[in-house]
C-alpha cells in the first residue's frame, strides 16, 4: 500500500532563516501531491500543491520540490516566520482518499 | 460562507455510550470525509463520501457509522463508545477527489474523550 512519511519528526530554525520541510512516498502511481500546515489546536490547511508532470511550484514565500526518481518531495520555506510554527504534513493522492504521513513539527526560534 | 463546521467542539462521553459528530459544508462540495488524529500522529481516514447516499470505509473504520443524506451533511456516529476512540476528529471536503487543484477543507476539529 501506499507509504507517506516523513525524514525528520520536528526541526527547529532561527526567525528569517529558510525551513526545509522533506517527505518521502513509495507509490510510484502516485500522480498529485499537497503540503498541508496544521497549527495548534486547528485543522491542516492547504499550502501547496504539485502534480507529478512537474518538478517544481512556487508559491508565497514557499516551493515545493519533487524528485520522482527518488519519490521524494521537499518544501521550502523562504525567510521562515514565527507564524510558520506549525505541523506540516505531506499528502498524496492516488485515486482514493488522501493518505496523510505523519508530520513535522517546525518551530521557529525568535 | 461559513466553511466546514463541526460540533461539538469538546465531548466527554463514558465507555458504552453512543453519539454523533455533526458535520456541514455550505460549499456545495460532492467529497466528505471523516479523519481522526491521534497524539503526535497524522490524519487517519475513517470513512468518506463521494456524494448524497454514497460512503465508504477508510483505514479505521471499525466503532464508526456515517450517512450522506444531504451533500451538505455527513454525520459521525459512535456506535459504543471505547477509551481507544480518545482522539481529536476531523471533517474535511472538497469538490471531488483527484483533481489537481481540488484541495480539501478541513474543520476545526471535534476533541473527544472516552473515559
Known amino acids: 500500500g501506499e507509504s507517506v512519511g516523513l525524514h525528520l519528526p520536528t526541526l527547529s530554525v532561527q526567525e528569517g532563516d529558510n525551513s526545509i520541510i522533506n517527505c518521502a512516498y513509495s507509490?510510484?502511481?502516485?500522480?498529485?501531491f499537497i503540503w498541508y500546515k496544521q497549527e495548534s489546536g486547528k485543522g491542516p490547511q492547504f499550502i501547496i500543491d504539485?502534480?507529478?508532470?512537474?518538478d517544481k511550484r512556487q508559491g508565497q514565500r514557499v516551493t515545493v520540490l519533487l524528485n520522482k526518481t527518488v519519490k521524494h518531495l521537499s518544501l521550502q520555506i523562504a525567510a521562515t516566520q514565527p507564524g510558520d510554527s506549525a505541523v506540516y504534513f505531506c499528502?498524496?493522492?492516488?485515486?482514493?482518499?488522501?493518505?496523510f504521513g505523519k508530520g513535522t513539527r517546525l518551530s521557529v526560534i525568535a | 460562507n461559513a466553511g466546514v463546521t463541526q460540533t461539538p467542539k469538546f465531548q466527554v462521553l463514558k465507555t458504552g455510550q453512543s453519539m454523533t459528530l455533526q458535520c456541514a459544508q455550505d460549499?456545495?462540495?460532492?467529497?466528505m470525509s471523516w479523519y481522526r488524529q491521534d497524539p503526535g500522529m497524522g490524519l487517519r481516514l475513517i470513512h468518506y463520501?463521494?456524494?448524497?447516499?454514497?460512503?465508504d470505509q477508510g483505514e479505521v473504520p471499525n466503532g464508526y457509522n456515517v450517512s450522506r443524506s444531504t451533500t451538505e451533511d455527513f454525520p459521525l456516529r459512535l456506535l459504543s463508545a471505547a477509551p481507544s476512540q480518545t482522539s481529536v476528529y476531523f471533517c474535511?471536503?472538497?469538490?471531488?477527489?483527484?483533481?489537481?487543484?481540488?484541495?480539501?477543507?478541513f474543520g476545526p476539529g471535534t476533541r473527544l474523550t472516552v473515559l
Open positions: 474535511a471536503s472538497s469538490y471531488s477527489p483527484g483533481q489537481a487543484t481540488d484541495t480539501q477543507y
Open positions: 507509490n510510484s502511481a502516485s500522480d498529485y
Open positions: 504539485i502534480r507529478s508532470n512537474m
Open positions: 499528502d498524496s493522492f492516488r485515486g482514493t482518499p488522501l493518505v
Open positions: 460549499m456545495n462540495h460532492e467529497y
Open positions: 463520501s463521494v456524494g448524497a447516499g454514497i460512503t
